[in-house]
């Protein structure tokens, strides 16, 4: 998977290393979440910087159900921001997660209980 170069937007963000391992691995779709495509997190980027000025984010995933997406943001380190795209400004944050592996974790958590609800 060929990601986008964040760093002709945002010149100092570097993705955080767990990010690259699954990307190395080839994990990329856990059924509700997937990892978005280079083109994709570039069209997601531009209309972030317009739906919400007041941040910097760096969107890697979305889900398939809605318009939640996964960022990262700018001077938060590798925590990991829950976005309900296209919401009113002020009103996008859906949650925050203290590092990318409680999200993974967490995407992880939910195909699996899908899985056995279907079972």
Known sequence: ???FDVSK???EFTYPKEFLKIVELNLVDFDFWYLMSKEQVETRIEGLKVRYPNRK???FARRDDNDDIACF????????QIIHDFASEGYEQRKQYNSFWSWF???IKEMIEEE???D
């Not at 943001?73 to 990991?80: A, D, F, I, P, T």
């Open 1 to 3: 998977m060929e990601l």
């Open 9 to 11: 937007v945002y010149q």
């Open 57 to 59: 984010l760096i969107p």
């Open 73 to 80: 943001e700018m001077k938060k380190g590798n925590n990991v």
């Open 105 to 107: 974790n967490d995407a």
């Open 116 to 118: 056995q609800r279907n």
